[in-house]
């Protein structure tokens, strides 16, 4: 298993960004995540295109892009274009999964594939050889510093049964109320990457915090 970890910008402080940017780039984090909401999804708005390519020029660190919108196959190569590496849509929100996940790889990105809290693991049967990643949910998205769901640990642990069962090279991503208090448990039920948003960035000493996730 890897253990990586990838500090949502979600919660970095948008009137000094390049500050929190150069905090990622300077830690053990292994990737940036985006989250772009668009308020019909989920019921908040984020950031979207403009920002991703302001912090790509930043940035020294894949971009893992986790849209949270609908209709997200119109915006694969418009991410594409301002440098997204890994671009994650949810499977409640693409009806066409399999064309979306082949176009986001004819796009020259990584496909990843998001589940809300309460989406089947067993849905993802006839995709899973072909995606680079799934992001399990562990709080219901839309809004930042939200209580961590603990069902997350069987889930996960069902995704890596499925993933080893199919021979599948998927990455198990998680995201949400992701702390120290959980992430060993989690790193041991099956996963390879840890988002986390406000438990680094408001803390004393985010390299450090970083640091501690990865043990």
Excluded: C
């Amino acid at each position: 298993m890897k253990k990586m970890v990838a500090p949502s910008l979600l919660a970095a402080d948008f009137s000094n960004l390049s500050k929190d940017i150069e905090i990622v780039n300077q830690s053990e984090a292994d990737w940036f995540h985006l989250d772009i909401m668009d308020g019909v999804f989920v019921p908040n708005i984020s950031f979207g295109i403009p920002v991703v390519e302001a912090v790509k020029k930043h940035a020294k660190k894949p971009l893992d892009v986790h849209l949270m919108i609908v209709q997200p196959e119109k915006y694969i190569t418009a991410f594409r274009d301002v440098g997204a590496d890994l671009l994650n849509v949810h499977y409640e929100a693409s009806p066409h999964l399999h064309r979306t996940v082949q176009e986001i790889h004819n796009a020259g990105m990584k496909a990843g594939v998001t589940l809300n809290p309460h989406t089947p693991i067993s849905l993802l049967e006839d995709i899973i050889e072909m995606v680079d990643l799934v992001l399990i949910m562990s709080v219901n998205p839309g809004f930042g510093g939200q209580k961590y769901i603990e069902n997350t640990y069987k889930r996960v642990e069902q995704l890596r049964n499925l993933i080893d069962k199919k021979n599948s090279k998927a990455l198990i991503e998680v995201d949400g109320g992701i702390s120290t208090d959980n992430s060993a448990q989690l790193y041991k039920a099956g996963a390879d990457v840890l988002v986390s948003g406000s438990f680094i960035f408001k803390s004393d000493n985010p390299v450090q915090t970083i640091s501690e996730l990865k043990k």
